[in-house]
């Protein structure tokens, strides 16, 4: 028994002591941020020249990984839109897909090809994804794909109703159908998703974890972040605004203190978190209640796009 107290309490001095190092070292930490962070323009859209930076970031990657700390949040969606107009008009990206089943995307898919149907009526299935943000997304999707009658655009769904009490055969479901309509298309990939989807970290047994294993460097994870704001959940089925902000202690309170308020950062820049715990907002579809979730800083995302203040998404009104 005395054992047993004896260790408990070096667990605690050692938690005590790695706090206190995360706490001294967080101001050095800020002063890499603001050094290696590239800065975006805090008004979107952005100019489409904005985004140049990530033509050198992502060469030689075959899928990309757009997170997002929640499935509702305005300024999330304009940015994830704006770097797949990016990747798809200037990186040769032609296959996007979404953490929503097929049997909702292929209706949605043969309006990219063809026009055919009512965009909005095809969306309504979609959920908290039953947005103007996504809805005008798809729209220039669709432009691209009547300019570029030789190179279209393919979206695709990866989700199953099947495996959504199981996240583990879930996530090894997305990852699997991901890579095989990514080979069988001959097409690089975007996948847009909820971060805890694209964790790297092997433990996690994320959908990005098995890309990682199968991928290696040619997968590369932009984890999507805020600090506070307002964002949309579903409520029996409705959109539902509220109001939420990071624990104060959170990885998402340290990059609220850097001097910008939207910025990309890439952990590959002599990273000196060197895979700390961290912890980032994360919210979740039905506004159970808010859980930050746990990342490995620098392994899980190879990079993050933060964006210091945000709001909620625009529901798709249906004519």
């Known amino acids: 028994m005395k054992n047993k107290y004896l260790n408990n309490y070096r667990k605690v001095l050692i938690l005590i002591f790695m706090l206190f190092s995360y706490s001294a070292s967080g101001q050095d930490s800020i002063n890499w941020i603001n050094k290696n962070a590239q800065e975006l323009n805090s008004d979107l859209p952005l100019n489409i020249s904005d985004l140049d930076f990530l033509k050198t970031e992502l060469a030689n990657k075959t899928i990309i990984g757009l997170g997002e700390a929640s499935h509702g949040t305005h300024e999330f969606y304009i940015l994830k839109a704006q770097v797949i107009s990016y990747l798809v008009s200037k990186v040769d990206f032609n296959l996007i897909a979404f953490e929503v089943p097929q049997s909702i995307m292929a209706p949605i898919n043969s309006y990219l090809q063809t026009g055919e149907g009512n965009l909005k009526e095809l969306m309504k299935d979609l959920a908290l994804y039953s947005t103007e943000e996504i809805y005008n997304s798809l729209l220039w999707l669709r432009q691209y794909n009547i300019s570029k009658p030789n190179n279209k655009v393919i979206l695709i769904g990866l989700d199953h109703e099947d495996y959504w009490s199981n996240p583990i055969t879930r996530d090894k ?53 805020t600090y506070q704001g307002t964002v949309n959940v579903l409520k029996d089925g409705k959109f539902e605004t509220h109001i939420f902000k990071a624990e104060e202690n959170s990885f998402s309170h340290m990059l609220a203190q850097t001097k910008y308020s939207s910025f990309f950062l890439p952990f590959h820049k002599g990273n000196p978190f060197n895979g700390v715990t961290g912890f980032i907002t994360n919210i979740y579809s039905d506004w159970r209640e808010p859980k930050p979730l746990s990342i490995k800083i620098g392994v899980d995302f190879d990079s993050i796009l933060f964006i210091r203040n945000t709001t909620h998404s625009i529901k798709l009104p249906i004519d």
């Open 173 to 225: 479901f997305m990852a699997e159908n991901l890579i095989k309509s990514s080979d069988s298309e001959r097409k690089k990939a975007i996948v847009w998703t909820h971060n805890a989807h694209l964790q790297k970290d092997s433990v996690s047994l994320s959908m990005g974890s098995y890309l990682k294993r199968q991928l290696g460097d040619q997968f590369y994870a932009i984890g999507f972040d």
